[in-house]
Structure formats: structure tokens, C-alpha cells
């Protein structure tokens, strides 16, 4: 007997109970299958961008994450760059990770955080278990994956016992990470640049490292750039300040947990011999790999099985995150009735391009940008042009994000304006722009735009006409879509705007924008749920 649900997640890492939570806070049943009884304690995944904070937000647990954190409260998140070791004398402080970057915060509702992975899913799982349209199989592992026009179907055993389990459900979604059996069974193709450089992770405790590094300002990670490492980094990140360290570095492809010496190489990277104990030593392959289509039917992948890359720019779990917020509503609003397929389809015509972009013109680029520059410059050759060239790096390496604001205008379900498409490229901005991230603006009574957005679409009427509303609300009462509403005035503050009538998704996108309804409102819901 098969058990039956609407949505299937294999998969229980960050994005993966992510998805669950998302769908489960709209009532839609789903099984989630993970092998893994607990998360893995790798403290990997650590920054978590304003933007992904917003969805702990919306998920009610902003505060809970903040309160497991380990880095004390205010301690800057942010970086330093080193050449050759962090003994160097050439070093600058950096904010490229996702989130770091200078003036961005007005433009979002939550500060960053950084705390380890493995605390952010316990935080995660936590939340889930008071969601009771969800049914959790952790230490189960899916097996196959099959699709015909009615359904999905997923075979699942338990990992430490003979449990078997046939489950079916209106869609799958593959949140299974970069070796994804949903993106192989459902024969999805991976494009991009494999580096073919193997990368070791390392996890330490020291505290003489820590006080080893007191002459920099206060900082969580610490990357060192060097002319033999061909543009890739050797990276320190903090797990806690005092003793808590993680470590990632090149290697050769002949490398194994036995036969080199990790703290010969970290000491090597610091510059100098300190005391550590090594609590963990794995490895990954450096690659950008994008999924050449993020959906085949009825199957779907998020998060890294959707997108491998190193995690220079702490890229990964906050693209993963973005994707399973773009995904949720469009899966309930099918499985409701009132989204069209062309509201699946957006799904990888939104995402697919913002990640394809990031990988190229943030990763790779960086990457190869950096093996310019050690190739060129060297202060053993040419001291003086070395410490010209060392303070445009500096620059570049603090203005890389520059214009990292990550949209879906050209989406066929939102009303961009004509020639543009979904891309990263852009500046935030308070106008509410369609296809663009909301800024969150204070209401008359105090409370922020994001304190009362609702969970379906929300149209924001700033001393719009009457007339205008209720054409709109009588639209989305007509084709079934849930809408909230907030008046209030066009004026302290909100003019920013730029317009009297936004509708906004329910992934806080700005889906249309006006200052009096089209004669055709129920065409505006049309398009934006996928349904014309
Ligand atoms: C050193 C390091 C530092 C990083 N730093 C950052 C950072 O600062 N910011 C950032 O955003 N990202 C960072 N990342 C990337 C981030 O960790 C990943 O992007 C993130 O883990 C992706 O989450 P996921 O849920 O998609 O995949 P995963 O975490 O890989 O989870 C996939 C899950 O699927 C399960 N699974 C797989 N197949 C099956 C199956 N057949 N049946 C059942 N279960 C299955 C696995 O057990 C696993 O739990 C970092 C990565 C590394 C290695």
C-alpha cells in the first residue's frame, strides 16, 4: 500500500527542511525523507545574508536562530585577506560575503547572521515538528524516483533497518544535494566549469590561533591568497571565537585523510606554529555545476542539487533558501487550484538565471581575476608595482558585490519593464519595482511592511482609490487568490515606493505595480499566478 501525499521532499538538509517548513506553514501535506537521523555537525553553510534571514522571519524563527548562535552579540561578520600567510605584511579587511556589503541593510527587513549549519538546521527541524501536515522519515533513503502523468512515486528504505515504503504524491522535489538522485532519475543535466581541483575541509580547535590573529581587527574568516594556488584560497572561517576553526585549502587529487600533514598545512597558511587539535578532515571537488533545467514534470531540485560551487562568497545554502521561498508558494498554488503550470515553469526561468549568473560572474570570474592578478604581480620581482596593484585588489575584492541584487524582472509572471530579464545584476532599490526583492518600509501604525505582509499575495493601497482595490480584491476573490490587503497613506516615508498599488508575491517580490488598477485587474492576477 502506497501512502499518499501532495509533495514528496527528498532530502533533509537546510534546504530541504526549509522546503517542508515553507509548504508545511501553508498546510500541504508532504513526506520528507532524509537518511541522516541528526544534521551533520560540519560547521559549514556559516553566513546567512539579510535576505535569508528574512525567511527565518517569515518561518518564526529568526529569534530562536539568533539566540543559538555562537559568535558573541555584535561581533562583526566579515573577513580579511592575506598574501601568502596571515603573518603577511599585505592584508585589508573585506566585506564580500553575501550580505557584508555597506548601505545594504535599509533595504531588508533582518541583519545577517553567521552561525554553523548543523545549529541552523536543529533550529530548522524544530520548527517542523509543530507542522503537522508534515511526515518525517529521517533515517529513510529514497531509491528511486518515477513520474507519470498523475503523480509521483518514491520508493524509500530504512538506512539501519529492512523498512521499506512506497510513497506517492502530486510532485517531488529534490533538495538531495550535489550528487542529487531526483536530478539524475528525472534526467536533468548538469552544465558548467569543473576546476578539477580537490579541496580539503578541516575542522580545529586552537586557541593560540585565536590569539595568534589578535593584531587584526575582529573578524569570522580569513582567507589567504598565494601565487601557487592558481586564484583558489586557503580559508579559515570561525566556528566561535576563542578555539572554534574551520579550514579549507587545494590539495592534490592523491590527497587522503592519512597520508598528509593538515596541521603542517594550516600552520603553513597562518604563518606560524601553533597548538591544535584536529576534529575533522574531508574533502570536496571545486566546481561550479548549474542544472540545465531545475524542473522535468513533476519533479523539481533546490538548493545544491540544483547548484554546486565552492563556497567562495558563501553563496550555497543562501541561493538554496531563496529557491525552496520561490518554489513553495507556486507547488501550493497549483496544488490549490489557483496557479497555472506557467507558474511552475517560472520557477526555473526565475532561479535557474540568477544562479547560472552567480556562478559565473561572482566564482568563477573571482577566481580566475585573483590568478591574474598572483600570476602578474609578485613583490619578490617588482616590490613597487606589486603595492600598486595590491591596493586596486583591495578595491576590487570590497566592490566584487557591487551591484549583486539578485531579480526576476522578465519573468513571464511579473510586469517588468520591456528588455530585461531575471539576472543578478542590479542595484536595490525602495521603489517597488515588478520582479523585485520589496524593501521594507515602516507602516503609520508603527509596524514594518514585512510584520504585515500576508502568506498569499499582499496588495499594499497607499491612498489609492476605493475604486482601484476593490477591482483588484474582487479579481483574486473571483479566481480563488489569497490576498491581503493594507491601506494606509502615500506619505511618510512610503512615497518612496512609487506607486499608490503594489502587489506583492508571496515570496515579498513586487509582482505588478500602479497607481490606479488596469481596466483589466483579473488579467493582472492571471499573469502573476501563471494562469493566462
Ligand atoms: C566549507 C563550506 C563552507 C560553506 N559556507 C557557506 C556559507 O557561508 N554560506 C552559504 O550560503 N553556503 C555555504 N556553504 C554551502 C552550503 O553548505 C550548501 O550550499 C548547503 O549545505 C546546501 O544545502 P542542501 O540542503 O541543498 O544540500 P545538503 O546540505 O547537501 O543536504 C542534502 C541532504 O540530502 C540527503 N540525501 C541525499 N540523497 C538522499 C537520498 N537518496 N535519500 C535521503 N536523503 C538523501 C543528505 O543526507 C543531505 O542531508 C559552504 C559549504 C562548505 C563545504
Not at 535576505?51 to 529568526?62: D, L, N
Not at 570570474?365 to 613583490?379: A, M, V
Not at 566584487?400 to 539576472?423: A, K, N
Amino acid at each position: 500500500m502506497a501512502r499518499d501525499f501532495q509533495v514528496i521532499i527528498i532530502g533533509g538538509g537546510p534546504v530541504g527542511v526549509g522546503l517542508a517548513v515553507e509548504l508545511g506553514q501553508r498546510g500541504i501535506a508532504c513526506a520528507l525523507v532524509e537518511r541522516h537521523m541528526t544534521p551533520q555537525r560540519i560547521p559549514k553553510g556559516q553566513n546567512l545574508t539579510q535576505r535569508s534571514m528574512e525567511h527565518f522571519h517569515f518561518w518564526g524563527i529568526a529569534e530562536k536562530l539568533r539566540s543559538v548562535r555562537l559568535l558573541p552579540d555584535g561581533y562583526p561578520i566579515g573577513g580579511i585577506t592575506a598574501y601568502s600567510s596571515l603573518m603577511s605584511d599585505y592584508w585589508f579587511p573585506y566585506s564580500d560575503a553575501p550580505g557584508a556589503r555597506a548601505g545594504l541593510q535599509s533595504y531588508y527587513y533582518e541583519r545577517n547572521e553567521r552561525l554553523p549549519q548543523y545549529l541552523t538546521e536543529e533550529v530548522l527541524r524544530g520548527r517542523l515538528s509543530e507542522l503537522p501536515s508534515i511526515t518525517t522519515y529521517f533515517g529513510w533513503s529514497a531509491e528511486s524516483v518515477t513520474q507519470n502523468e498523475s503523480g509521483v512515486r518514491v520508493e524509500i528504505a530504512e538506512v539501519a533497518g529492512a523498512g521499506r515504503e512506497t510513497l506517492e504524491a502530486t510532485y517531488v522535489v529534490g533538495c538531495d544535494g550535489g550528487r542529487s538522485l531526483v536530478r539524475e532519475q528525472a534526467g536533468i543535466d548538469r552544465g558548467g566549469e569543473d576546476f578539477d581541483q580537490r579541496m580539503v575541509l578541516v575542522v580545529f580547535r586552537s586557541k593560540a590561533l585565536h590569539e595568534g590573529l589578535e593584531r587584526f581587527p575582529e573578524r569570522t574568516t580569513y582567507r589567504v591568497v598565494h601565487p601557487d594556488l592558481r586564484g583558489y584560497w586557503q580559508f579559515f572561517g570561525r566556528v566561535d571565537v576563542g578555539e572554534g576553526w574551520f579550514f579549507h585549502a587545494p590539495v592534490t587529487k592523491e590527497t587522503t585523510a592519512h597520508n598528509y600533514d593538515f596541521l603542517g598545512l594550516v600552520q603553513e597558511a597562518a604563518g606560524f606554529k601553533f597548538e591544535a587539535t584536529m576534529d575533522y578532515v574531508g574533502f570536496w571537488d571545486l566546481r561550479v555545476a548549474v542544472a540545465k533545467r531545475y524542473r522535468n514534470g513533476r519533479a523539481s531540485i533546490a538548493g545544491d542539487a540544483a547548484h554546486t560551487h565552492p563556497p567562495y562568497g558563501g553563496f550555497g545554502l543562501n541561493a538554496g533558501l531563496e529557491d525552496i521561498t520561490n518554489l513553495g508558494w507556486k507547488l501550493q498554488a497549483n496544488l490549490e487550484g489557483w496557479g497555472g503550470d506557467a507558474l511552475l515553469d517560472s520557477y526555473d526561468l526565475e532561479r535557474r538565471p540568477v544562479f547560472e549568473q552567480t556562478g559565473e560572474d561572482m566564482i568563477a570570474k573571482g577566481i580566475e581575476s585573483d590568478r591574474e592578478f598572483l600570476d602578474r604581480y609578485n613583490p619578490q620581482r617588482d616590490l613597487a608595482e606589486f603595492e600598486r596593484a595590491w591596493k586596486d585588489f583591495e578595491a576590487a575584492a570590497n566592490t566584487r558585490q557591487g551591484s549583486y541584487d539578485p531579480h526576476y524582472e522578465g519573468s513571464p509572471v511579473v510586469f517588468g519593464r520591456p528588455g530585461y530579464t531575471p539576472g543578478i545584476h542590479s542595484e536595490p532599490s525602495f521603489t517597488a519595482i515588478p520582479g523585485h526583492h520589496l524593501a521594507p518600509l515602516s507602516l503609520s501604525d508603527g509596524r514594518n511592511v514585512f510584520e504585515a505582509l500576508g502568506q498569499g499575495f499582499t496588495l499594499l493601497a497607499l491612498g489609492a482609490d476605493e475604486a482601484s482595490m476593490k477591482a483588484i480584491e474582487s479579481a483574486a476573490a473571483e479566481a480563488g487568490v489569497p490576498l491581503a490587503v493594507i491601506r494606509d497613506s502615500f506619505d511618510g516615508g512610503r512615497e518612496a515606493y512609487g506607486s499608490r498599488l503594489v502587489l506583492v508575491r508571496p515570496d515579498q517580490f513586487v509582482a505588478w505595480a500602479g497607481d490606479r488598477a488596469p481596466d483589466d485587474a483579473p488579467a493582472v492576477l492571471r499573469r502573476a499566478t501563471g494562469s493566462a
